[in-house]
């Protein structure tokens, strides 16, 4: 199984999920949050309007029901807590996970301004050349507080780049994961809820075929959108 940040020759949206419910997205939908309920608490997540083609199809799955009772199904301490994946609504415990979804990928919408902090929203995705991103897989990234040290060497040994300084703040202070920016599409951030995501981070995990998976299912119950309060 290919290990980037998805593991994903893609499958066919199933219709059926698609024609129970409403998949229009209008422009209030565009206003407004989006609320996992899962089994270790409430994740609430706003889109960026800067990345407005994975912002509709993210909106356009939590409207449908798509990620209702998905699992997290890969998660790494001091790293990232990834979803998405459809097979893994009734997955058999110890079952690898992180094939499932839709056929189409997403354009990549790489924004400078968005970047890999503590908290983001981000597509997963196969080892495509466009860098283009699952139909339906995502991931919240957990990271680590880095070092001056530290970003040098991601600078010199994986981006082969500068971090802009005030990132490398970020980064220093809040943490993340910044060997991913600009290769993977960040298009979200918790605006509360990041104790949860804390809290499934840490779960214990497989070292099995099923690696990385939770021992115990963290569950997304429900997604839905919510109305947009102002950040405190």
Do not use: W
Not at 46 to 53: F, I, N, Q
Not at 74 to 80: D, G, L, P, Y
Not at 194 to 202: K, P
């Amino acid at each position: 199984m290919k290990r980037i940040l998805a593991c994903l020759p893609f499958l066919f949206f199933a219709t059926a999920v698609f024609a129970q419910k409403d998949s229009t997205i209008r422009k209030k939908d565009r206003k407004r949050d989006v609320l996992l309920q899962t089994s270790l608490g409430d994740i609430t997540l706003r889109l960026s309007d800067s990345t407005p083609l994975h912002r509709d199809n993210f909106l356009k799955l939590v409207k449908t029901g798509y990620y209702d009772s998905v699992l997290f199904h890969r998660v790494i301490q001091n790293f990232m807590i990834q979803g998405g994946d459809p097979d893994s609504k009734r997955a058999q415990a110890g079952a690898p996970l992180g094939n499932g979804g839709p056929s189409q990928r997403i354009p990549a919408e790489f924004r400078t301004s968005l970047f890999h902090k503590k908290g983001v929203l981000a597509a997963a995705r196969d080892n495509n050349p466009e860098k283009a991103s699952s139909g339906s897989q995502f991931y919240i990234v957990k990271g680590k507080v880095f070092t001056e040290a530290g970003l040098d060497s991601v600078e010199t040994y994986r981006l082969k780049r500068k971090l802009p300084v005030d990132q490398r703040e970020v980064y220093k202070t809040t943490g993340g994961v910044p060997h991913l920016d600009q290769l993977y599409t960040v298009y979200g951030e918790v605006v509360k809820g990041l104790d949860v995501v804390d809290r499934i981070a840490a779960v214990p995990t497989s070292k099995g075929t099923d690696r990385d998976r939770p021992l115990e299912d963290v569950r997304i119950i429900k997604a839905k959108l919510v109305k947009r309060k102002k950040r405190s």
